[in-house]
Nanobody, 122 residues
Framework: QVQLVESGGGLVQAGGSLRLSCAAS????????MAWFRQALGKEREFVAG??????HYADSVKDRFTISRDSAKNAVYLQMNSLKPEDTAVYYC?????????????????WGQGTQVTVSS
């Protein structure tokens, strides 16, 4: 089974940028639907962005600001986050699943990383 490790979180001012990385082992990222989710304090985990053979997918709240990408040679997935807002503050998780179709529901993802904290100050 695949293991996922996120990195790249931190504290940034509003309007700034961060790049999250998700390193995979025990499986290849190109074989899975890969996604980023986030969970703010006191809120439910929500879909942010995903990538699979069907293309890329974004939540409306991050479209045009965030970019998901995949490097098969490094077996990693990235999330470039630009124009960050205080409401982007959350723990960000990388997730993977097998399946025929790309889905956005957290419960459908079997493999998860430990998460990385992103804090955006105003």
């Amino acid at each position: 089974q695949v293991q996922l490790v996120e990195s790249g979180g931190g504290l940034v001012q509003a309007g700034g940028s961060l790049r999250l990385s998700c390193a995979a082992s025990g499986g290849t990222v190109s074989s899975y639907h890969m996604a980023w989710f986030r969970q703010a304090l006191g809120k439910e985990r929500e879909f942010v962005a995903g990538i699979s053979w069907s293309g890329v997918h974004y939540a409306d709240s991050v479209k045009d600001r965030f970019t998901i990408s995949r490097d098969s040679a490094k077996n990693a997935v990235y999330l470039q986050m630009n124009s960050l807002k205080p409401e982007d503050t959350a723990v960000y998780y990388c997730a993977a699943r097998y399946g025929l179709s790309f889905v956005r529901r957290p419960l459908d993802y079997k493999y998860w990383g430990q998460g990385t904290q992103v804090t955006v100050s105003s």
